[in-house]
DNA sequence: TACCGCTATATCCTGCCATGCATAACGAAT
DNA sequence: ATTCGTTATGCATGGCAGGATATAGCGGTA
């Protein structure tokens, strides 16, 4: 595809993004890794920045959308909170939103793109 | 306002921003001042960052958005040409469509935030 | 008790991108 | 011919976001 509409959504609070694409994925991974770092290297971003956009994440809500705990490979990590995944659900819902709209852009301006 | 949502809608060509929020604005500021130059003062960046934005936007599109002959304060200058204005509108609408899909997000989420 | 892999945090480093500066040519007016 | 404010383009410098690295403490397992 040539060209196409890039469209992000992003929730804003302050001057920090509470919560954004970004972020959605990082939780998708802690969900099925089970811990921030796990996270990180399947995503492919660094832990330093996985655990900064939790944090940003978690100061932003009222709850937190990831629980961490410290400990080894057995007993520590980090799970989704029950906040997370209905936040999560509602930003992918209004994604999927954000989509339809970007088709409708997309197919009007078809014969005026290069 | 403490927290709301940021939206934006770009639209790439490849890996180039063929149009968004920052081209919109520059479009207007040449319309408005006849000039890159002037339109990149107005809006607060800097010419050569104003001018290859145009560059892009002309490249990207079938016809150019904004036609520009060189030459002194009288004589040159540049002029949004009528794809160009037809290109702004179609993307003003779909931004006014962001909004009210923003607003929505919004409000369902505000028991959520902090 | 030793070990492993995690959280949490501070400090240092580096690569990239935008900005700013420099330059050349141009076009109209005076 | 001179001056002014453009377009158009290249180059170098600097700031800063993010990555890499170091360290400390924790919680299970074996």
Redesign the pocket.
């Known amino acids: 595809m040539a060209n196409y509409i890039k469209l992000r959504a992003r929730l804003m609070r302050d001057d920090d993004i509470a919560f954004g694409p970004g972020k959605a994925q990082l939780l998708d991974a802690i969900e099925s890794t089970g811990?921030?770092?796990?996270a990180a290297r399947e995503v492919g971003?660094?832990?330093?920045?996985a655990?900064l956009l939790?944090?940003t994440m978690n100061r932003c809500f009222r709850e937190p959308l990831v629980h961490?705990?410290?400990?080894?490979?057995?007993?520590?990590?980090?799970e989704v909170t029950e906040a997370g995944r209905r936040i999560r659900q509602r930003y992918r819902q209004m994604e999927q939103a954000l989509r339809d709209l970007a088709d409708d852009f997309e197919t009007s301006l078809e014969n005026e793109l290069n």
Chains 1, 2 share one sequence.
Do not use: F, L, N, T
Not at 35 to 38: D, E, M, R
Not at 45 to 49: A, I, Q, T
């Open positions: 811990s921030i770092s796990a971003m660094s832990y330093r920045r655990w939790v944090d961490s705990a410290p400990g080894g490979k057995h007993g520590g990590g980090a």
